[in-house]
Structure formats: C-alpha cells, structure tokens
C-alpha cells in the first residue's frame, strides 16, 4: 500500500519481532527498557518509531541488527530478519548482514564519522569488507550517490575528512554509506535532529528521494511527529518502552486514538495572546551598534540595534552560527563587545561583566540550553537558589530558606525538593531549578538561550507556559534565544532574525509571521516541517518552481 | 601546512630557551656543590701554591658569570673544554660514548615498541580475558623491579646458565654491526622490560576509551570485524597518547640507563657520567648533563610534533 504516489512497492515480510524484550543496567541492576514490543517490516515499507527520550526507539531499531549497546542486553523475544533468528545467530552471521543487508544512519554524523579517515574510504570499507565490492568499483558507486545525494562536488568531496564537510553534507554523505551495499533495511536513527530547519529539509527531501528509488525498507525514528509524516508510510508511538499506537501514518496523524498521541500532536499549539507595546521613550534594554568577535578578527556580531520594552518576549532567532548566543554573551558582559553600548534603563553599562556592579549584574540574569551542565551535581537544590539571595540579596538563612520555599512554590515544585541533588531530578525539573535560581535575584530581564531545546517536546511545552505565567505574575522581560520557530510563534511578543552575525528583520511577532517576509525569513519558516504528509513534496516543488 | 611549520619554529624556539634554562641550573648546581675542585684534583699535592696556579690556568679565579658566558660561548661552538682526569677534548671523548648509548637505545626501541604497541592492541582487543589479565600481571612485575634487579637475573638465566649472551657488553668501534648488536642484547633486554609496560598500558587504555565513541558503534554496524575495528578505526585516534608515552619512554632508554650501562659495564655516556663524578670531572659532568637534557627536549619536541601531525583536523585543514 503506498501513500505518497511514487515508485513504492511494498512485499513480504523483512523484519519481525515478537515481544521483544530489552533490559539496560543501572547501579549494578537490570532493568526493562523495551517491554515485550511486537513489529512487523515488509520489503520497501517505512516504518516511523516515534516518542520522546527514554521511549526506546533507537534500542529497538539497532536491536533489528542483533545489536544491543553497551550497558544493555536483548533479555527476551525474537527478532526474525529474512528468515534469520537475530537473538540466536552467530556473532560471525550478525556481523555479515550488519552494513551489507542492515545499515544504520546515526543522529550525529560529525561523531559517527571516524575522524581520521576520508569520507569515500569510510563509504567503500563496508562493501569491501563484506566482498561484495572492490575498492575501485565501491568508489565509482559512491561517487554516482553522492551525487543522486546532491551533495556539491560528488566526485571529489569524499576525499576530504569528515571536519571538511558540513553537518547536513555528513549527514548525507552517511546516508550514502548506509547505501553502500544495497541493503534491504535501513535504521534512520533521528538523522536530521542535529540539523538546523533549513538544512533538514534538504537531507530528508535526500533521504526520501533515494529510499524511495531504491526500494529499501526502513526504520524511521524520531521524536518529531512533522517529520515521521513526511517519511513513514506506518508509525508506531512508543512510550517508556510500550507501545502506545500503531497505524498506517496518515489515518493516525488525521485521528489519532490514544491520548498520548493526540498530546504529541497537539504540541506547538500552545500560543500567547498577541499584545503590542507602545515604544516608550526609555526602553528597559537598549542594545545600540554593538559589535562582537572572538579572537581579534573573527567578527560574529556586527552593527545589532535592538530596543527591549519592559515586560515583553522578544525571540531572538537563528540557525546556528547567526550569532545569537553571542549577543547575550556581549549583553551579559561575558564577551565585552568591540564597539557600541549597552544601555540598561537608560544607565550604560561597563562592557565586561567584570566592571559591572553587583546590582548591574542581578538585573539580566541568564537560563541556559543545558540544565546538566548549568547545575553544580555536588550541590542541593536550596544551596543552587540560595546562593543569588545571599549574593545579590543579603538575606539571612532565614530570610534565604522562607524564599526558597516560595521560589519552588512559583517553579510548581514541592517544598523537599530543596534537599535534592540535581542528578535525582528530571530535565524538565533541573530547568525549573535554573529558573528558580534566575528568579532568586529577582531580575529585570532573563536571558532564555535554548532553554527548550534539549527537552522533549510534552515537557518543553510545560516550561514554556511556566516562563509565561511567571512574566504574566512578575513582569519581568524575556530575551528568548531560541532555533525553533514553534517556540517562537509559542511565547514571543517581538521577534529578531538573525542571519551571520546581523539581524535581518525585527519587528512585532504578527508583522514577521505574516508574508510579505524577508527572503531569509521566508526560507526558514517554510522549512519548518508541518504535520501534512503532502508538505515535504509540496515544498520542494514550490521552491523548485520558484527557481 | 604553513600553520604547522609555524608550529613547530614556535616548538623549537620554546625548546632552546628551555635548554638555555638548563645549562644555566646545571652550571648553578655545579658551582653550589661543596668542596673545592682543585684541591680534590691535586689532592697531596695541594699546596696554596699549586692550588692557585692550577685555579688560575683553569681559569677558575674568574667570577662565574664569566666563566658561565665562556663556557656556554664554548658550548655553542661544539667546544666542551678539556677533560680534568685525562686533558682529552671532551666533545671527543663523549661523542664515541654518546653513539654507543645511541646505539643501546635503538637496540632496545626496536624490540620495545613494536612489542609494547602489539601487546597493547591485542590487550584491548581481548580485555578482560587471560591473555590481558597475564600480559598485565607480568609486564607490571617487570616494570616493579629495580632494573639492576632484572639485570642480574636476566645474566644469571640468559648468559650464565644458559650461556646464550655475553654478562659483559664489551663494545668497540671495529666490531661488526651484527657482533655489536649480539653484545649489548642483555642491557637491550633489560631495558626492554622496564619501558615495555608503560607504552603497553597506555596503548590498551587509549584504544578501550574509544571504544565508546559513536564511530565504533558505528564500525560495529557496518559489520567490521574486530581486530579491523581496533586497528583500522581506534587506533589511528589514539595515537597523539601513545606518542607521547612512546617518547617519553625513548628518552629514558637515553637517560636513565646509568644504571644498566654500569651493570653491564657497557662503555656509554652514562658509564662516563658516574665516572666523571667520582673523579670531580666536572667539565665532563656539565657536558653531559647538557647532552641528556638536550635529548629529552628533543625527543618530547618530536611528540609534540608528531601528535599535532596524527590529528587530521591540524594536517588537512578546512
């Protein structure tokens, strides 16, 4: 049965698994992360395994290999591909269908890559390995993909290493390798999650061009439900190792059964009330002709002129390299700008936060992409929040542990939580720390860098609402770094497009969002995958028209 | 390319100030150490007369700094100065010793390494199992003995019981190339077992941290065997590590042999170095602690180098 009108045929059964059980080990215990999952894969179908983090889709995909990863071990079940019992083959069997019959395209390209080896000779070591190839012929090959791949320059760009490329090109370039063999199943584990909007499209327009001429079976896994539309003819929703729906991907992305589903693809319809603000004569941040570099010459910042109204959202958006990170950098005074001011209330501030005085710098506080990483483990959470109102506020330890109760209290955590470690929390709850510990100095503004990005999407959605009804009780002013143009459209008053160290448009979200855009804009918005399972064509076709 | 090359000048540059600092401790030491050199060389024959006489044609009534700038002066030119024990030009009279510790300590590299770096890949590739646990157990005990414990016992097993090897490495300049090697194979062998472990160690724990890395599994993936998977795809990252360890084990088995050579009583520089001490030879002392502090700089500039070419990111930039 095809679903999207191309050359498409689906036959026999490939791939089986039945109550498949996989069990991963934690403090010296084993524990099950794939609850007994029953799958079946016909020749030439595209399978979607979609969920959030801890759904165990990848495990289940390289379990198709007869792979399990280190730390964890195929407790149960069978998995049957062509005729071949994957949990009870030989180390010697497993290891001639892994690459030559089964391939698997990784999520990050730049570290699935050996560094140290050409791209083409990563490409042809699989068939030659396997003797099926010689390496002068799996060159050839290779070099006829890349170009079936659109990558630039096919016939010499598998000379350069892997850090010569770029991510999407990689990505690509992986694919290719996965192709190598002509195998009759590919894995694609999240192949296009690392990827900025506008790169992604191309890769997956590839990835869907070549599976599709080809005829190879696949596993599609990711956690973006836009993205499984475009590429799965079926989609199994996993949860926690359970599998919630299964359903050919049209019928499920039109009707939904479970909750859970509906939940995912309900995501993103969370909106802010439009608000516009009336441009005051002294706007609370006022960033004037600021440029920035790292080093002396490597100019990431040039010429930004940006007005932040008290109380408001502003998105700063981008790809990555726009610079955006780098103007909060420049605001907070991390990296002191090469020229141009930064005026807070009107008052300038010294360039480097180093000269700032200790109100300066309790005014812009910053949450960052990371919880992991912002969180010091060794300390509690009370020891994390308590710091800024000692340092900023003064407070005596009584004073201190009455606010952090109403601080976890404004965070929507219980009171005991103050006596944890971050490694004890979730990631949706460490980020709630970091804004705890934002709010403990009460700011004026907060710096929001990617704070949802490493989030899956249900928690993602929580932690924005939260930011909007704690700026809705305090009034306290977002500055919202962010790639994602959902979490845009989702929390921003205003938004800035950055593109190469400038912004290309700035204005009120209503006035961005709605055509006529900037050409740059316009690019990044309709990359953004929607749940249409017709998008993908649709877009390529109107920008090929267009060209 | 051009980055690298400025690399290494900036290496090299950095490498003789240091040398620089060296000569100077040396020179330093050698003043501070007690007691007063003319009166040790003369020794009965000591009368204030002949002591000033002989401090004056050393020159040793001049202030140091003076004597410290001649000497360096000298230095730079190939000029050690003369030997106090025999009056022989000391750049001769190291240079024969230099060669033959040289010589040791290529014999000793070209059996240590292969055999270190081999070990250390087939460790990783069967860890855990018995071969790993007893390569291990035994390349350790080798390292925890006093080297001229493991010299003595390799004479009593190798050359007097079994009487396979010369306990005596007697070396000359007219001895044939394969007559030479034959000579010095038990301070080879000794020295061996002393530097094996630490290179081994090193190469096995290089090559099993990369085996998490995202590239393994995905080597694992392509259906690479493994051995391929441990030569072909970690090995070559680990090698800026192994390098390093490589060559800092080379600079030992220049070194650090004083003990080795004198067991043996092999005729190289650090036979020569415990000898000139004995006999407060000091031209001779200074000399060739200029030479091995010389050797180490070079020898870590050459990892240094080395590790910057196996990073492919440094030798094929974008």
């Known amino acids: ?547 | 390319m051009t980055k690298i090359l400025t690399m290494v000048a900036q290496r090299l540059a950095l490498g003789l100030l240091t040398l620089f600092v060296v000569s100077l401790i040396i020179f330093l030491g050698i003043e501070l150490l007690p007691g007063d050199l003319t009166e040790a060389v003369l020794g009965q024959s000591a009368t204030p007369e002949t002591v000033a006489a002989f401090r004056r044609e050393l020159g040793l009534d001049l202030p140091p700094h003076t004597r410290y700038i001649e000497w360096l002066g000298g230095v730079l030119q190939g000029d050690f100065g003369k030997s106090l024990a025999n009056e022989r030009e000391i750049s001769e009279l190291i240079g024969v010793r230099f060669a033959n510790t040289l010589f040791l300590a290529a014999i000793a590299a070209v059996i240590s390494v292969p055999l270190a770096v081999t070990l250390g890949v087939l460790a990783a590739l069967y860890r855990n199992s018995f071969f790993d646990r007893s390569i291990n157990v035994v390349t350790l005990s080798s390292i925890s003995f006093p080297e001229f414990f493991v010299a003595y016992i390799l004479i009593l097993f190798l050359a007097v019981n079994a009487n396979i090897f010369p306990s005596i490495s007697n070396v000359s300049a007219d001895l044939a190339l394969w007559e030479r090697v034959y000579r010095v194979m038990l301070p080879a062998l000794t020295l061996t077992l002393v530097v094996v472990a630490h290179m081994m160690r090193m190469t096995r724990a290089s090559i099993i941290n990369l085996l998490a890395s995202p590239y393994i599994e995905m080597a694992n993936l392509k259906g690479l065997s493994r051995s391929r998977i441990i030569v072909h795809h970690a090995l070559p990252n680990a090698l800026a590590p192994i390098i390093n360890v490589i060559v800092i084990n080379l600079a030992y088995l220049v070194v650090g042999v004083v003990i080795v050579e004198v067991v043996f009583v092999y005729p190289g520089l650090g036979q020569l170095f415990v000898d000139s001490v004995i006999k407060r030879d000091v031209p001779v002392v200074q000399a060739s602690c200029l030479i091995f502090a010389a050797t180490y700089i070079l020898l870590n500039l050459t990892a240094d180098v080395l590790s910057i070419l196996s990073n492919p990111r440094l030798l094929h930039p974008k």
């Open chain 1, 1 to 547: 049965m095809s679903t999207d009108g191309g050359k498409h045929e689906i036959g026999e059964v490939l791939l089986e698994m039945r109550g498949l059980r996989i069990e991963g080990q934690s403090d010296e215990q084993w524990h099950e992360i794939v609850n007994g999952i029953d799958l079946t894969l016909r020749r030439g179908e595209v399978l979607g395994l979609i969920g959030e983090s801890g759904a165990g889709k990848s495990t289940i995909g390289i379990a198709s290999m007869g792979f399990a990863r280190p730390g964890c071990r195929i407790s149960g079940g069978t998995i049957v591909f062509d005729g071949i019992d994957m949990t009870a083959a030989s180390e010697e069997t497993k290891r001639e269908i892994r690459g030559s019959r089964i391939a698997y395209v990784a999520q990050s390209a730049a570290a699935s890559f050996n560094p140290a080896h050409k791209l083409i000779d990563q490409y042809s070591e699989t068939p030659v390995q396997h003797g099926i190839l010689k390496a002068a012929e799996a060159e050839q090959d290779a070099k006829d993909l890349y170009r079936r791949l659109q990558l630039p320059d096919p016939d010499n760009i598998g000379y350069r290493y892997p850090h010569q490329v770029s991510g999407g090109q990689l990505q690509r370039a992986m694919t290719a390798m996965a192709m190598s063999c002509k195998p009759d199943l590919i894995i694609f584990d999240e192949p296009t999650t690392a990827l900025d909007v506008t790169t992604q499209i191309e890769v997956l327009a590839a990835i869907k061009d070549v599976v599709r001429q080809s005829n190879t079976a696949a596993i599609y896994i990711t956690h973006d439900l836009a993205v499984v539309a475009q590429m799965a003819d079926r989609i199994m929703v996993l949860r926690y190792g359970d599998l919630i729906e299964e359903g050919d991907a049209r019928e499920m992305i039109a009707n939904p059964k479970e909750d859970y589903t509906r939940q995912l693809l309900a995501v993103r319809t969370y909106k802010k009330e439009d608000t516009a603000a009336a441009p005051s004569e002294r706007p609370l941040l006022d960033i004037q002709d600021v440029s920035a570099a790292y080093g002396k010459t490597l100019l990431v910042l040039q010429d930004i002129d940006l007005k932040v109204e008290r109380g408001r959202t502003v998105a700063i958006v981008g790809e990555s390299g726009s610079g955006k990170s780098t103007l909060a950098r420049a605001i907070t005074g991390l990296l002191p700008p090469l020229k141009g001011k930064v005026l807070f209330d009107g008052e300038e501030l010294p360039a480097s936060y180093k000269a700032r005085t200790r109100d300066q710098l309790r005014h812009l506080q910053m949450i960052y992409q990371m919880p992991d990483t912002a969180l010091n483990p060794r300390q509690k959470v009370r020891d994390v929040i308590g710091r800024p109102l000692s340092f900023y506020l003064g407070m005596d330890s009584q004073a201190r542990e009455k606010r952090i109760l109403e601080l976890l209290d404004m965070i929507e955590l219980p009171a005991d939580f103050a006596d944890r470690y971050p490694g004890e929390l979730s990631g949706g709850q460490k980020q709630r720390i970091c804004i705890a510990r934002a709010l403990a100095a009460n700011p004026e503004v907060i710096i929001c860098d990617e704070v949802t990005s490493a989030l899956d999407q249900l928690v993602a959605e929580e932690i924005l609402k939260l930011l909007q009804r704690l700026q809705d009780d305090l009034g306290v002013t977002y500055l919202f770094i962010t790639h994602d143009l959902a979490t845009v459209k989702a929390i921003s008053d205003e938004i800035v497009v950055m593109l190469q160290g400038r912004i290309v448009a700035q204005g009120e979200k209503q006035e961005i969002l709605t055509p006529p855009h900037h050409e740059y804009t316009e690019l990044l918005l309709s990359s953004v995958p929607e749940m249409d399972p017709d998008w993908l064509d649709g877009v390529l076709e109107k920008r090929k028209a267009a060209q």
